[in-house]
């Protein structure tokens, strides 16, 4: 299965599709995690790797594949641009990038601050609804867009984006991919939204799930993790490592180059990681995902994970996913809160942590503190920064 389901605190939306391949809400393999991407890419492009990356998914053979899918990306007779919406599916999106070979690779992004280029749309279901979408400097390639989220509910926040972009550089087809597609039917707000612009909009997913993940709350009988202060004191200290990168953010645009220039400062960081036991985790933060997973990939096949804006409950209900959490200020906006699930920190042989740059790193203080009270062992901390 690609999908366990949890609650979450939130009005608007009280379940989570929490997935097993993601890296995200759970650690996993972070072959897995790159795996799963690039079959969704592959299916994307129509590539008959696709069923073969599929069903390699939990075994042992991901690690090869990943390797030869991104050596040998698909063959398309338009290019692609990508966009990876944020903050789940930012890595998710790249690993598409990656298989399609895409011109572009963008995210939408919560990190409004100093914006000048970006255009909001919302997502209204989320529990941080605002989001932006940056035109890259040069403007939006030609080619076909292809917007890569997590899992569809109704196809409502794509819809959104897709009228967005139409309005910046109109093209006649849009692909919208997701690890699971959970809309009831094929009539939503997709259809209504292609009928409007006139445009063709193509989903793909890797699974379908219907209607039966609607919940009532408090079916979990969990609660939400809380911040403190108190706890055991400092258990390890964190070892700082910083990896030089001056080509743009994902959510500024990057095209092959760019990828490739980040590719390499992974396997830089990497390197000054060293060698990690397969259940050690490195963990992303907020929108901060390729970069760790990547790295995770190269460290001899670590766990990967991520901060969350996402409240989800807590719970030792049989078969829920979510048993273990954290929470603290984000370190993407201060003012929010953070959470990190299942890290289950006194268990691991290390943790690695990643942030975007320096001001990130600098704001993430109060999450490397709540590792070292939850019984971190080993603590790194991964910068990127030029």
């Not at 298989?99 to 992004?109: K, M, N, Q, V």
């Not at 809380?226 to 990057?254: I, K, M, T, W, Y």
């Not at 995902?289 to 901060?307: I, K, Y």
Request: glycine share 10%; charged share 20%.
């Amino acid at each position: 299965m690609l999908v366990a389901l949890a609650e979450r605190a939130n009005r608007r939306r009280s379940f989570l599709l929490v997935s097993t391949v993601l890296g995200k809400h759970l650690p996993v393999p972070a072959a897995r995690c790159r795996l799963a991407g690039l079959a969704l890419g592959l299916r994307v492009a129509g590539d008959a790797r696709a069923a073969r990356a599929e069903g390699a998914l939990f075994g042992d053979e991901a690690a090869a594949l990943v390797d030869e899918i991104e050596s040998l990306p698909a063959r398309t007779e338009q290019p692609f641009v990508v966009i990876g919406m944020a903050e789940t599916a930012t890595a998710l999106g790249e690993q598409v990038a990656s298989a399609l070979d895409a011109s572009l690779f963008a995210t939408t992004t919560r990190q409004a601050a100093g914006m000048q280029r970006g255009v909001r749309f919302d997502e209204l279901h989320s529990h941080a609804p605002a989001q932006w979408i940056v035109a890259p400097h040069g403007g939006w390639p030609d080619g076909v867009v292809a917007i890569v989220d997590d899992e569809l509910t109704t196809g409502a926040t794509a819809a959104r984006l897709i009228e967005v972009l139409q309005t910046q550089a109109p093209r006649e087809r849009y692909v919208v991919a997701a690890l699971v597609d959970g809309r009831a039917g094929s009539d939503g707000p997709l259809a209504q939204c292609a009928a409007r612009l006139g445009v063709r909009i193509d989903v793909v997913a890797l699974q379908r799930r219907g209607a039966e993940a609607r919940t009532q709350p408090g079916w979990s009988g969990g609660t939400l993790p809380a911040r403190s202060s108190n706890g055991r004191p400092a258990s390890s200290e964190v070892r700082d490592v910083r990896v030089g990168f001056g080509g743009p953010l994902q959510h500024e645009g990057q095209d092959c180059a760019a990828r490739r220039s980040l590719a390499e400062a992974a396997a830089v960081a990497a390197a000054e990681v060293g060698p990690l036991a397969e259940d050690a985790l490195v963990l992303g933060t907020g929108e901060h995902l390729a970069f760790a997973q990547r790295c995770a990939a190269l460290c001899g096949g670590a766990l990967t994970s991520s901060t969350t804006r996402s409240p989800v409950l807590v719970s030792d209900r049989e078969r829920y996913p979510i048993r273990d959490g954290l929470a603290f200020a984000n370190p993407d906006d201060l003012d929010v809160p953070g959470f990190a699930y299942n890290v289950c920190a006194s268990q691991r042989p290390s943790i690695v942590v990643h942030f975007q740059d320096r001001a990130h790193r600098t704001r993430g203080q109060e999450l490397l503190a709540a590792l070292q009270r939850a019984g971190a062992r080993e603590l790194v901390a991964v910068t990127l920064a030029d």
